[in-house]
């Protein structure tokens, strides 16, 4: 079994600065891609950034604004956000997902809140 536990979400104002934190446990020691998805109300879950085998990609809304970084030794994905806006509210994800012999294993956390006032 597998878990992602997130934290570093909150209220901030447009322009301020959060960092995203999400730690992984469990039976699986090491992850082929690390990221961050989020959703919005009334949308779809969304890709804000992936960092896989050493790539990174980001969405085009994020680019810029944005650090996905990785600390493979504690399996810990950190998303440091800045110049936020508030259409970056959203509830954010943390996914992980690891390639054992043929099959591909993804996990979910369970989100934390990110609100940017304007």
């Known amino acids: 079994q597998v878990q992602l536990v997130e934290s570093g979400g909150g209220l901030v104002q447009a322009g301020g600065s959060l960092r995203l934190s999400c730690t992984a446990s469990g039976s699986i020691f090491s992850f082929n891609a690390m990221g961050w998805y989020r959703q919005a109300p009334g949308k779809q879950r969304e890709l804000v950034a992936i960092t896989s085998d050493g790539n990174t990609k980001y969405a085009d809304s994020v680019k810029g604004r944005c650090t996905i970084s990785r600390d493979n030794a504690q399996n810990i994905v950190y998303l440091q956000m800045n110049s936020l806006k508030p259409e970056d509210t959203a509830v954010y994800y943390c996914?992980?997902?690891?390639?054992?012999?043929?099959?591909?294993?993804?996990?979910w956390g369970q989100g934390t809140q990110v609100t940017v006032s304007s």
């Open positions: 996914n992980a997902g690891a390639l054992l012999g043929l099959r591909f294993y993804e996990y």
